[in-house]
């Protein structure tokens, strides 16, 4: 059975770090992009970060780039989000997410596995 876990998260204060990891099991998804979304309350999941199977390519929304940086290490399994310069508006539930293909989508249908999620806090 397929299981993305992720963990991680926690509160912060503005301008603090967090590191995310989303960690798989039951299968390999090393030729699978992979990716990182959030939801905050009362709004939309988000697209935040993607990252193709072996890493060489990523892509950030507008709202996080040059403070977040995804990146993978497929011999462990696992996705993870590092997040720097931490605001306010970052505070939301950060899922990681599977989708069954190399090439990384910003959009959520394009994926088909998903994490529980892991509550992401920054107090102002």
């Known amino acids: 059975q397929v299981q993305l876990v992720e963990s991680g998260g926690g509160l912060v204060q503005a301008g603090g770090s967090l590191r995310l990891s989303c960690a798989a099991s039951?299968?390999?998804?090393?030729?699978?992009?992979m990716g990182w979304f959030r939801q905050a309350p009362g709004k939309e999941r988000e697209f935040v970060a993607a990252i193709s199977p072996k890493g060489g390519n990523t892509y950030y929304a507008d709202s996080v780039k040059g403070r977040f940086t995804i990146s993978r290490d497929n011999a462990k399994n696992t996705m993870y989000l590092q997040m720097n310069s931490l605001k306010p508006e970052d505070t939301a539930v950060y899922y990681c997410?599977?989708?069954?293909?190399?090439?990384?989508?910003?959009?959520?249908?394009?994926?088909?596995?998903w994490g529980q999620g892991t509550q992401v806090t920054v107090s102002s």
């Open positions: 039951g299968r390999s998804f090393s030729n699978y992009a």
């Open positions: 997410a599977v989708r069954p293909s190399a090439i990384p989508m910003s959009n959520k249908n394009d994926y088909n596995y």
